[in-house]
């Protein structure tokens, strides 16, 4: 029979009844009357507290334990009982053994804070947390016989918290990244793998009406569950949807019509897919369409604009004239819109000469291409008339001082004779073209410098140059040369430098030279003319 005190200290105990039932107290430990005082004072305690209690006992460690720990073993009870600990809890041995033995070879208590451990409890392999602490248990001779467990599972505290900071982190991430959605995108997929409650994520763009083009995915493949129809499905629909522990939500704001995309996150198998760990998918994918969507929508916009602006500053740009080893192109600085104020021009005089002209308004935007618009027609009507580069520069100097905004532009103005074989020039304020011989030698044309319009006294200074043919002339505004943290000489050698081995290699073109020039982009607009004097 079981004694009194048991009976008393078990009374309205689900494991109560099993103790009553069953006979593992006089099969395992001998009979309950027998039992050390130590260790019927801790059954007494366990089962008189609500708080999860293990007691376990004797060489094998054998488990006693109430309500609230019952719990905790989830669906371990009821064979837990009476059975040793070693093989009750086999998957976490090696982790809480050597604390077990510490209490039982020293007498001390031990106490941890929210410890990892991967139990097999509820059918799959579960990541918990567990605050505890282990105290001995002493037989009559005073000697440690037991060791008493008081848990409490910090489980649900540490994943909402880690959750939490989780999704704070990604938020912060992705509003201070200042990259398109590639770089977006790439961002996500790094959060993600650092995630311990996503197994996998992917993010998916339409190209095309038809077409999701996945630009990141990751640690696993994503469920097969989850097809391109799925895909396009919610696309159109703009309602996200559950497979299983995965979520594919759109990539959409509130006054979209259809989505850019679909996000699909697949939760982490070693949580239980329950409400909380649903609502956390649900977080994480707003985060992300919030970032990718504010960067889809922005990057359209754009687009839009540049568009515009390509229209407006080809308009402004003139068409060449058909010369012969003559090029020219304008190219934005990069993430600008394509309307600045940089200028080239070429026009053809009356009695076979060819005037060059490059420029560069202050500033960027529509206010200095409508500046620079109206300086370029104006170079291109005196220069028509007057036919002289530094007769042009003191024209424009007059027509500077009546336009606000004009002052400070720098030009640069030639008038090539191919005839005579002469090439006359002035600059205000400008950069001095490169004049590459046929030769390979090469020389700066910087003898008739002067300061920037509406700034400079005086007349004009005029130098004047033999050219022949097969020689090249480089003309191009400060966005070609100037480097951050680099001195101004050193731009001009690297173009004097790489304009001599394209000339070596035969490949001396105006796109071939902006590319060597430029290999990481344009940080400033950048306006250059080519041309090579005719045989």
């Known amino acids: 029979m079981t004694p009194d005190w048991l009976l008393q200290a078990t009374e309205g105990s689900e494991t109560g009844e099993l103790v009553r039932a069953t006979d593992w107290s006089r099969t395992v430990l001998g009979p309950p009357e027998d039992w050390p005082p130590a260790l019927r004072a801790a059954v007494v305690m366990c089962f008189g507290t609500r708080f999860p209690v293990l007691v376990t006992w004797g060489p ?37 053994a050597p604390i077990f033995r510490e209490v039982l070879d020293t007498g001390r208590p031990s106490w941890q804070v929210d410890q990892l451990l991967m139990m097999h409890r509820s059918g799959f392999l579960e990541e918990a947390f567990f605050s505890y602490s282990y105290s001995a248990l002493r037989d009559e001779r005073g000697a440690v016989a037991g060791v008493l467990d008081i848990a409490y599972e910090t489980t649900e505290s540490v994943v909402d918290r880690r959750r939490l900071e989780f999704v704070t982190g990604l938020a912060a991430t992705l509003a201070d990244l200042g990259g398109g959605v590639d770089e977006l995108a790439g961002a996500v997929v790094t959060a993600l793998e650092d995630s311990a409650d996503i197994r996998s994520g992917g993010v998916y763009l339409w190209a095309g009406d038809e077409s999701p083009e996945q630009i990141g995915v990751t640690r696993a493949p994503l469920p097969l569950t989850v097809t391109r129809d799925v895909l396009g499905s919610v696309a159109r629909t703009l309602a996200a949807v559950r497979i299983g522990s995965c979520l594919v939500a759109p990539l959409a704001g509130t006054r979209d019509a259809r989505a850019a995309g679909v996000v699909v996150l697949e939760g982490s198998p070693r949580r239980p897919f329950d409400a909380g760990h649903s609502r956390f998918l649900d977080l994480v994918a707003v985060t992300i369409g919030t970032a990718l969507t504010s960067t889809l929508r922005h990057t359209r916009e754009v687009h839009e604009l540049r568009v515009v602006s390509d229209a407006l500053q080809q308009a402004m740009l003139p068409d060449l004239p058909d010369v012969p080893g003559l090029e020219a192109r304008y190219r934005p600085a990069d993430r600008s819109l394509a309307v600045g104020g940089d200028w080239y021009d070429v026009v053809e005089l009356r009695d076979g000469r060819l005037a060059l002209v490059v420029g560069d308004c202050v500033g960027h935007g529509l206010r200095s291409a409508a500046v620079m618009g109206q300086l370029r027609a104006a ?84 130098a004047s140059r033999d050219v022949g043919a097969g020689d090249t002339l480089v003309l191009f505004t400060d966005g070609l040369v100037e480097r951050r943290g680099e001195s101004l000489s050193a731009g001009l050698a690297r173009l004097e430098r790489t304009v001599g081995e394209l000339e070596a290699q035969g490949r001396l073109s105006l796109d071939e030279l902006l590319t060597r020039m430029l290999p990481g982009g344009a940080a400033d607009d950048v306006a250059a003319l080519v041309h090579r004097v005719a045989h």
């Open 60 to 96: 094998e460690l054998t488990m006693i334990y109430n309500d609230g720990y019952r719990l905790l073993a989830a669906d371990k009870h009821p064979a837990a009982m009476g059975a040793p600990t070693a093989v009750v809890w086999s998957e976490i041995w090696d982790d809480i």
């Open 379 to 462: 170079a291109r009507a005196i220069v028509l008339e007057d036919g002289d580069a530094a007769g042009t520069l003191a024209a424009l100097d007059r027509f500077a001082e009546t336009l606000p905004g004009a002052e400070c532009t720098t030009v640069f103005c030639a008038v090539l004779d191919p005839a005579a074989g002469r090439l006359s020039y002035s600059s205000a304020g400008h950069l001095p073209p490169l004049l590459r011989r046929a030769d390979g030698g090469s020389a700066w044309l910087d003898q008739a410098g002067g300061a920037p319009l509406a700034v400079h006294r005086g007349p004009r200074p005029r």
